[in-house]
């Protein structure tokens, strides 16, 4: 078989293998912390923008609910507890031009640490928003994502029960499981 010349990347290749389904250490996890201020968004004629804070006023508490906040595990090989650019860019685009999902119903496939379907269903006003992914550990944090940012999702007006999450054993089976569950006429991001 093939061999590892670099210490570095067997060790790498060792830790990997060692990764369980489970959701890594918290030590080994931050938190990511963002404002968005509503009078950013852009793309729908319909949507009430008003930000109570944009005249200063700010809260004192550990969790203020207009900090969208995500945990996320920059060390860890599982790609999908990471917070990647594509992500943060598509979130972007959708303030942007918040009327393409404004009132529907969308599928987040591949969610990752939950931040742009967040920003979706938050910011863009969705309809509903069903949240994938297709390992354990990435479940669990999108879990806790979802459960520290209701108050966040409150702010904003979106009720936490209009978001969903599907977990399925590959991304095949993801797509398989949607198709045949949902008559879709939604978004898909």
């Given at each position: 078989g093939a061999t590892i010349e670099s210490d570095a990347l067997a060790s790498l290749v060792f830790r990997a293998s060692l990764v369980k389904d489970t959701l890594p250490d918290a030590d080994e996890s931050c938190y990511l912390a963002f404002?968005?201020?509503?009078?950013?968004?852009?793309?729908?004629?319909?949507?009430?923008?008003g930000d109570p804070l944009a005249g200063g006023a700010?809260?004192?508490?550990?969790?203020?609910?207009?900090?969208?906040?995500?945990?996320?595990?920059?060390?860890?090989?599982?790609?999908?507890?990471?917070?990647?650019?594509?992500?943060?860019?598509?979130?972007?685009?959708?303030?942007?031009?918040?009327?393409?999902?404004a009132g529907k119903d969308v599928i987040e496939l591949g969610a990752g640490v939950g931040f742009t379907g967040l920003v979706v269903a938050g910011c863009c006003k969705a309809s509903t928003i069903c949240l994938t992914d297709y390992t354990e550990p990435c479940r669990l944090n999108l879990e806790h994502n979802l459960k520290l940012n209701e108050a966040w999702l409150s702010y904003w007006g979106f009720p936490s029960e209009?978001?969903?999450q599907v977990r399925t054993s590959t991304p095949g089976e993801m797509l398989q499981r949607l198709f045949s569950k949902?008559?879709?006429?939604?978004?898909?991001?």
């Amino acid at each position: 078989g093939a061999t590892i010349e670099s210490d570095a990347l067997a060790s790498l290749v060792f830790r990997a293998s060692l990764v369980k389904d489970t959701l890594p250490d918290a030590d080994e996890s931050c938190y990511l912390a963002f404002h968005l201020p509503r009078n950013l968004i852009h793309g729908s004629k319909n949507i009430n923008h008003g930000d109570p804070l944009a005249g200063g006023a700010e809260t004192n508490h550990s969790n203020p609910p207009h900090l969208l906040r995500i945990r996320v595990f920059p060390f860890h090989n599982d790609v999908a507890l990471r917070l990647w650019e594509a992500g943060a860019s598509l979130a972007e685009f959708f303030l942007e031009n918040a009327s393409m999902v404004a009132g529907k119903d969308v599928i987040e496939l591949g969610a990752g640490v939950g931040f742009t379907g967040l920003v979706v269903a938050g910011c863009c006003k969705a309809s509903t928003i069903c949240l994938t992914d297709y390992t354990e550990p990435c479940r669990l944090n999108l879990e806790h994502n979802l459960k520290l940012n209701e108050a966040w999702l409150s702010y904003w007006g979106f009720p936490s029960e209009r978001i969903s999450q599907v977990r399925t054993s590959t991304p095949g089976e993801m797509l398989q499981r949607l198709f045949s569950k949902y008559r879709y006429d939604g978004v898909f991001i």
